[in-house]
């Protein structure tokens, strides 16, 4: 069983700026596939940074240049540094960790992010 606590969302306006960190309970260097989804109102969830297989970093096209991902192997965290915040980036922010050889995705309880004036 793997724990996931994010923290570091919150209101702020736009143009402003959030941290959102990702504190898991395993190793994180034996994460396959580590990063942050989100979930707009009334939209699924969609992807939005990620460590993936191979050590390569994935962003999803409506945050390139703006959100920064990185992790803290020290501290088994992963952050995600997000700038130029939109109204639009108004969303819950879900930390998940896939495992390739248990085929097991495990969630953060998600953290609010509010972008507005």
């Known amino acids: 069983q793997v724990q996931l606590v994010e923290s570091g969302g919150g209101l702020v306006q736009p143009g402003g700026s959030l941290r959102l960190s990702c504190a898991a309970s395993?190793?994180?260097?034996?994460?396959?596939?580590l990063g942050w989804y989100r979930q707009r109102p009334g939209k699924q969830r969609e992807l939005v940074a990620a460590f993936t297989s191979g050590g390569r970093i994935q962003y999803t096209e409506f945050v390139k240049g703006r959100f920064t991902i990185s992790r803290d192997v020290a501290k088994n965290t992963v952050y995600l540094q997000m700038n130029s915040l939109k109204p639009e980036d108004t969303a819950v922010y879900y930390c998940?960790?896939?495992?390739?050889?248990?085929?097991?995705?495990?969630w953060g309880q998600g953290t609010q992010v509010t972008v507005s004036s």
């Open positions: 395993a190793n994180i260097v034996s994460i396959e596939n």
């Open positions: 998940y960790a896939y495992f390739t050889t248990l085929a097991r995705t495990y």
